[in-house]
């Protein structure tokens, strides 16, 4: 068995809307039924026992790659990841499959992966395998690369309502919602919280003058010099003391409860280590934390520090053991518990009670193995937040207010929270940006509460998404056009449009990216753009099957048409019907109050209509196209021409855009822009635009150059009609054609060269329509032959043109800009010549460098 072309499908895909590895896998013939393997499944099972639980049913013949899969799958559930969705399908090669196993953290799934290709071999060479290594090895990288508690649940939160969400990090730094309508948190922090909230909040001192300033009662307290200067410190506040770093978080170097110097000397060199320190007062009672969210209280908890029960037998070593079992107990803030520690700091505390960790406590002896109540330290949580008075309450958001944060953890010293803190000596001792959750998620007792709720709430009011409008376009012609045409109606409507396509990625009409951008990458670093009020993504196969789609839903998807010239042969999409379900893809990831815009004179985009969760507005030149009359007597969106305008009509609403008000259709005479003018109308519609905004928007775009560079643009040479188009494929020929035939010519000369990775036939088709509508036809290679060796593209192109009506004279031209040279020195006023550019860029600056040199010998002359 060999493993090929593995990747990550990072978004919606050709098989599911989970992320998933996909990766191509050869079996040799015995290796098409394990039967066939001696002794394999017996020695799987042995090996790794976990497999049965995944395991198919017991009738089905089964490969070696159907096993991978299981196996692939299995691993990672088995690590305590919450992954589903597996496949194996058979490709046209024999013994060639595609096997597809969801992940949740791709270094996760693809470490599953190799873990079940190393289990297979070992299964089938009869060596050993450790399973449980292996799971452990998966479940520790899942640990280290998941979401932590506090990050995930604002995260699940936001999913429970629809907002998407993309990891900008391996951390915790996380973006919500798109384009301008995004926020942006750093585990519990949000975006609007001012490095000065924060800075405040890590000066202790500052803090407590603040607070005090604000009527919030805190604990007297001052910083300190060194040793001597803080047992002054203690003694002029009065013991016992609190001694901890002026800067800091988490419970680190803090030290409570001290009553002597020899304490003191232990507390200060622990506060030390985090930089400089303070002696405050300490103030009895409980440890409490209150979470504040804006402008309330949502959650609030006793701590309380760790503690083991002696029981006569053990030590305390031994009693710590045993309370870290726990499995909620765990390393880091990954775990509901922290594990306990038996640091300097808890042997200090037990030489104070006079323990050691290898003493024996008495039954029911209550060992305290620290002063401070952080979990992060080991300590337990009890939610208390239905016991909070409302003095209290107010108390805490005054301090974090006055603070500035607008997620603040308020620590509280008091004997009791159902009393204002003024009555009972209580105070505010703390107050903390980027406050743990997990305490509120998963308190040790009581009940949970909502805080990643109530903190996406506060980043998003009722009904918002953080959704920007987003237009997904795809097919085999016209996506560019379609997608530029959309862009500028939006733009004409006042939006900043950021729109990606095979030209490159824009945002409000300035480039970010160039090339060929018509893919996920491109679409994801559109919607982070903060300038982004409205998205449209070209959408092209190559980057649905290389990595799924950069978004996880659409407002609006276009598809324009499907044609079986559209690299067929190319990753296992051999047929027109396989093309048909790719492309689908972005139909399927509609938004379920969103529109699919399909060409109802295309069958192969109309079975699309069944995988749409949305609603469908259809086009077609012809009104009485039987799948657009249906669906407009069904009372749905429908667009048409008629009486020589685009007609938009939903049940007996009409609205009419006249075809002579745009010049990207000549009036409607290049028909197949009309048919690129009606579908980005109805995307427009469908997003809910004004209707005299998409008039001045259709009036304004022509297919020029600057506007849509390689679609159509018409120029003039010496009085000869010039025509630059990209088109590639033989229905693009078809549609080119008859744009051609419909403008005035005495000769029609053409360009053309062709894809090397395109099929036999289908460059062969190409130049059979060309030569049945061109006088003279100049072949000339690409510059990039895809596979292809030398020549075989033109020879391919010449059988095409044998037994051509109409073509009298062919030519072959070494290399593009010699072609286009060639065809221009043989034209006269009135020819037509129509060049089928390559290089798009490269070769408009190069009929443009030849326009204007005939234009200066005009004048010269």
Known sequence: MELQRIRALRGPNLWTRETAIEVIVHCTPQELDIDGLTGFESRLRALYPGIGERWPLETEKLNLAQVLQV??????????CAVSFSRTAPTVEPGVFQVVVEYSQEKVGRLALAQAQALLEAAVAGRPYDAAAAVAELRELDEDLRLGPSTGAIVAAALARGIPYRRLTDGSLVQFGWGARQRRIQAAEIDSTSAVAEAIAQDKELTKTLLQAAGVPVPSGRPVADVEDAWAAAQRIGLPVVVKPQHGNQGKGVTVNVV??????????AAAEYGAVMVEKYLSGGDYRLLVVGNRLVAAARRDPPIVIGDGQATVRELVARVNADPRRGEGHASPLTKIRLDDIAIERLRVQGLTPEAVPAVGQSVLLRNNANLSTGGIATDVTDDVHREVAARAVAAAQM?????CGVDVVCESVMRPLEDQGGGVVEVNAAPGLRMHLLPSYGRARAVGEAIIDHLFA???DGRVPTVAVTGTNGKTTVTRLIAHLLATSGLRVGMTNTDGAFVAGRPIDDGDCSGPRSARRVLAHPDVDAAVFETARGGILREGLGFDRCAVAVVTNIGAGDHLGLNYIRTVEDLTVLKRVIVRNLAPEGFAVLNAADPHVVAMSVACPGAICYFAADRHHPVLAAHRARGGRVVYVEGGAIVAAEGSWRERLALAQAPITRGGVIGFQVENAM???AAAWCLGLDWDAMRRGLESFDSDVQTTPGRFNLMDYRGATLIADYGHNA?????????VQALPAR?????ISGAGDRRDQDLREQTVILGAAFDEVILYQDAAQRGRADGEVMALLREGLQGATRT?????????????????????SGDLCLVLVDQVQEALAHLAARIEEARSQAQTA
Do not use: K, N, P, W
């Open 71 to 80: 196996a692939a799958l299995s691993l990672q559930t088995q690590a305590g």
């Open 260 to 269: 002597a110097r020899d304490q003191l000397e232990a507390a200060y060199q």
């Open 403 to 407: 603070v500035g944060l607008h997620i």
């Open 462 to 464: 009722h009904g918002e």
């Open 679 to 681: 579908a980005a109308v």
């Open 731 to 739: 229905d693009a020929m078809r549609a080119l054609v008859g744009a």
């Open 747 to 751: 000769r029609r000369t053409v360009v």
């Open 808 to 828: 009298s004279q062919v030519r072959e031209v070494h290399g593009e800009f010699a072609a286009i040279d060639a065809a221009l020195q043989g034209l006269q």
